[in-house]
């Protein structure tokens, strides 16, 4: 188990603006394994939305499934390396993450 990220610090929500003009909001983590630190955001992606919340993914999948038959999605993770300065590197992860939101949609389709 010492070579998994073990730890997590410092969970909450970050909101990202993409390129498009879309808002979505995502989790933020700082997670570590020894001296290994990095910033850690992921969310929900699938069938038109992007949610931060788990449990509000699967009631979508639920929904959608019955509704439109269809409960493709996924969940978008981006990891940077966080060295001395975490802001510098969630600011890289979320401007990364914002570019990738909108290029999502040919692999996890509205």
Known sequence: MDNLLTDFWFGELVEIKTPAGKTLMVNRYIV?????????????????????SEYQDKIYTVLDGVLRRRSDGAMVRVMTPAGDDNAESLKAAVDFSSLIADQITPFVPD
Request: net charge positive.
């Open 32 to 52: 570590q394994n020894g001296n290994y630190r990095a910033v850690l955001i992921y969310w929900y992606q699938g069938r038109g939305r992007a949610t931060a």
